[in-house]
């Protein structure tokens, strides 16, 4: 099974094609799982200049590019890194490799449904934003279930154990974005301090 037969099966037979990357999680490439990333970017990116004015939650002359990339990457990162803690700690079955590769697979939906979605709303107004804002909830949802399906046939769990697993690996990754904010947050005033101080040492200079 290649990649766009895998991007596929997962939209309708997640579990089928999840019960595959465990099988041969070897034979998975991990190039096309950066591929993939890479054109969850890409569709975020496309989207944001597609989407009708107004109905945007953001135009794209107020749109700050990197600041998208790292609200997408940072939360699917996060999860790879949480996932895998917790399972290690939870009788899991799975590699850091086969979570990756579910992760990335989960976001097929919003790869596959954002453009036409985006598209769709060059025909829409205002009094639609309702709709549309349901409809990409429902990506969202659709997105989650396979999220949650990965954990379960990855790692053989019953249901408890994966709301149990996934609620543990949700606050984790909160935890580690608290961490994140607090090292960034730390660094800049470190940062800072030191220009100030050299501030302070070329003015004892000059002086």
Known sequence: MNVFEMSNAILFHPVDTFEYIKSRQKSISIISCILLLFAVVVVRIASIFIVHY????????????????????????????????????????????????????????????????????????RDQLQLYNTLNNIILIWVLIIIFLSVRTLNDYTIVQTVKVCIISFITMLLIWAVLTLIFALTSQLIQFLCNIVRELRMIVIE
């Open 54 to 125: 107004p109905i945007a939650s953001i135009q794209p002359r107020d749109a700050n590019i990197w600041l998208e990339i790292v609200k997408l990457l940072l939360p699917v990162l996060t999860w790879v890194i949480s996932c895998y803690a917790i399972t290690a700690i939870s009788d899991g079955e799975t590699l850091l490799r086969e979570i990756f590769s579910a992760a990335v697979f989960s976001m097929i939906p919003y790869i596959v449904c954002t453009i036409p979605l985006a598209i769709i709303t060059r025909v829409m107004g």
